[in-house]
Nanobody, 123 residues
Framework: QLQASGGGLVQAGGSLRLSCAAS????????VGWFRQAPGKERVFVAA??????STYVGDPVKGRFTISKDYDKVYLQMNSLKPEDTAVYYC????????????????????WGQGTLVTVSS
């Protein structure tokens, strides 16, 4: 079971760090992605990291502001220079993979999803 945390209310220009943890297991052997869903909109890709942590990919809307990283048992999404349009529920997702360097950017690529954490950016 995935648990996303770290969301909250922040002013535009501020920062937040989201965390994703898997209950009772580590992310060894798993690639991880972050997605977000704004009110009334579809869930969209934000960032992804390979199972080794050596490859990352960040979507264009957040490139240069968000970074994704991982350690043994958590994956992080560091969000800087936040904008009101970043307001959304953020979800982490994971999938088992045999490929150290592969990142996955589509919702259908992922098998397991967390419950989401709300990020609200005020102007």
């Amino acid at each position: 079971q995935l648990q996303a945390s770290g969301g909250g209310l922040v002013q535009a220009g501020g920062s937040l760090r989201l965390s994703c943890a898997a209950s009772g297991v580590t992310f060894s052997g798993y690639a991880v992605g972050w997605f977000r869903q704004a009110p009334g909109k579809e869930r969209v890709f934000v960032a992804a990291i390979s199972r080794s942590g050596g490859s990352t990919y960040v979507g264009d809307p957040v490139k240069g502001r968000f970074t994704i990283s991982k350690d043994y048992d958590k994956v992080y999404l560091q969000m800087n220079s936040l904008k009101p349009e970043d307001t959304a529920v953020y979800y982490c997702a994971t999938r088992k993979t045999d490929y150290n360097g592969s990142v996955y950017i589509r919702l259908v690529n992922y098998e397991y999803w967390g419950q989401g954490t709300l990020v609200t950016v005020s102007s």
